[in-house]
């Protein structure tokens, strides 16, 4: 079992940052690659960001390239998700999760544990 909580969401003007935080705890977070999804009022729930449970690989949609960057910290348990340029597109439900094993999967079907995720609001 691993527990996941997702912290740092908010209100932000178009243009702004936020950083994402999600705490692990129970099993062996470096087990762990871990990812953020997003999911929007009316809308599926849609990948952001991956990173493997090295750190040495991460993935990211189209949309967020060059704005969100994923970072881990092993000794920590815990992952991030520094947004930056955010837009009003970017306005979601963010959550974690954790899959077990060194590899980066973008399909939410696949993870079996989750955070109660975060909200992110960015204002036009």
């Known amino acids: 079992q691993v527990q996941l909580v997702e912290s740092g969401g908010g209100l932000v003007q178009a243009g702004g940052s936020l950083r994402l935080s999600c705490a692990a705890a129970g099993r062996t977070f470096s087990s762990y690659g871990m990812t953020w999804f997003r999911q929007a009022p009316g809308k599926e729930r849609e990948f952001v960001a991956a990173i493997s449970w090295s750190g040495d690989d991460t993935d990211y949609a189209d949309s967020v390239k060059g704005r969100f960057t994923i970072s881990r910290d092993n000794a920590k348990n815990t992952v991030y998700l520094q947004m930056n340029s955010l837009k009003p597109e970017d306005t979601a439900v963010y959550y974690c999760?954790?899959?077990?094993?060194?590899?980066?999967?973008?399909?939410?079907?696949?993870?079996?544990?989750w955070g109660q995720g975060t909200q992110v609001t960015v204002s036009s």
């Open positions: 999760a954790a899959l077990e094993g060194p590899g980066i999967a973008t399909n939410w079907g696949v993870y079996e544990y």
